[in-house]
């Protein structure tokens, strides 16, 4: 909540020493971007998304199937745990261990993989979106465009969030992915 603040108190001094400048040239047009709506609705934001879920199931189907070898494991040892020599059975008490153990550093690295594609498709989708939002504030003269997130209050006509997405899917389109 702080950061966001000094966030918002920087653009407003931004805006503040700039606006003498850009004030006399020109009239200050100021938009703003939902970037969550943005995610959740363009066809790249959902493509993406569809992409991780598929990933994130294929990582779980292999985690079940682990699991249950885990704990087919178990049971077979608590069946033979009283037909086992002292030696046998710690044996097995420790091979049992060792995959509980291998089987939460695979789940954690499972874990990391899709948060690191996550990031990795975000930041894809960030600079795609960076470019089209510069082409429309260019185009279109705004002075600055700005997210929702750091925004206290904004008037809803100053909205571009549906400008950006009918580009961005555009885009999109043309260039075939």
Not at 135 to 142: A, D, N, P
Not at 143 to 166: G, P, S
């Amino acid at each position: 909540m702080r950061k966001g603040l000094w966030m918002v108190g920087g653009i407003v001094l931004v805006l503040a020493l700039g606006a003498g400048k850009a004030w006399s040239a020109s009239q200050v047009k100021i938009g703003y971007i939902d970037l969550q709506r943005i995610i959740e609705v363009s066809d790249k934001g959902k493509e993406l998304r569809e992409r991780l879920f598929k990933l994130r199931q294929e990582k779980e189907r292999i985690l079940a199937a682990k699991q249950e070898e885990l704990n087919a494991m178990r049971k077979d040892f608590e069946q033979k745990a009283f037909t086992l020599s002292d030696r046998a059975r710690l044996d097995k008490q420790q091979e049992i261990r060792q995959k509980e153990l291998e089987f939460r550093n695979l789940s954690e690295a499972y874990r990391q993989e899709v948060l690191m594609e996550g990031r990795k498709l975000q930041a894809l989708m960030f600079r795609e979106l960076s470019d089209v939002v510069k082409r429309i504030g260019k185009r279109e003269g705004f002075t600055i465009i700005l997210d929702k997130d750091v925004i206290l209050y904004a008037d809803e006509a100053i909205n571009i969030t549906d400008k950006v997405i009918q580009e961005y899917n555009a885009q999109a389109r043309k260039s075939g992915s």
